[in-house]
Structure formats: structure tokens, C-alpha cells
Nanobody, 123 residues
Framework: QVQLAESGGGLVQAGGSLRLSCAAS????????MGWFRQAPGKEREFVAA????????NYADSAKGRFTISRDNAKNTVYLQMNSLKPEDTAVYYC????????????????WGQGTQVTVSS
């Protein structure tokens, strides 16, 4: 059983940056692909980025390409989401999620979820 805990959210002005962290515990986290999702009020949860267990392959939503970078440090059991050039439309609760081995973009494919961290981008 893997437990996930996000941190790093907050309030930032448009054009600013934030780095989210997701700490994993309780299982072989290095065997899991990890994803970041977000959910804005009144909207469905959407895929942002994902990374394979080794970190050798990543996948991004079109909205994140060129601005966000997902990475991981398996020695620290932590996954990161570096977010640059933030826009008001990036405002949402950001969740990290884990699934065994294979990378995926659908939320339903993930088995483990964190509690989420709020990101608010002001204009």
C-alpha cells in the first residue's frame, strides 16, 4: 500500500513558478509510474503529466507542454512538478497519483492518490 502526500501549492501571480512535491511511502514507490492531475471547481479531474518508474519517459498534457516539468528522485521517493509561466487557468487542486509500472494518462488507471494541494494563480 502506497501513501502519497503532496506539498508546495500556494498563491502565485500569473507568470510565476511553483514546484509541487509528492512524497511516497509505504511501498515500493520506485516501481510505480507517477502522475499529476488537477481539478478546478466545477470541472472534471484532468491529466497534467506522468513519469515512468525509472524517470526515463514522460508524458504531458498539451496545456502543460513547454511550461511544466515532471521529475522524480527515487532515492527520496519523491516526484516533482515544476510549473513555470503559470496562468490563471492553471488554478486547481493538484493531485499526485501512482500506478504499478506502466505510464497512463487516465485517472481511472491509477490506484493511489494523494489528498491534493491547492494552486491559485492570480491575474
Amino acid at each position: 500500500q502506497v501513501q502519497l502526500a503532496e506539498s508546495g501549492g500556494g498563491l502565485v501571480q500569473a507568470g510565476g513558478s511553483l514546484r509541487l512535491s509528492c512524497a511516497a511511502s509505504g511501498g515500493a514507490a520506485s516501481s510505480y509510474s507517477m502522475g499529476w492531475f488537477r481539478q478546478a471547481p466545477g470541472k472534471e479531474r484532468e491529466f497534467v503529466a506522468a513519469i515512468t518508474p525509472s524517470g526515463g519517459s514522460t508524458n504531458y498534457a498539451d496545456s502543460a507542454k513547454g511550461r511544466f516539468t515532471i521529475s522524480r528522485d527515487n532515492a527520496k521517493n519523491t516526484v516533482y512538478l515544476q510549473m513555470n509561466s503559470l496562468k490563471p487557468e492553471d488554478t486547481a487542486v493538484y493531485y499526485c497519483a501512482g500506478k504499478f509500472i506502466t505510464i497512463a494518462t487516465m485517472a481511472s488507471a491509477y490506484d493511489y492518490w494523494g489528498q491534493g494541494t491547492q494552486v491559485t494563480v492570480s491575474s
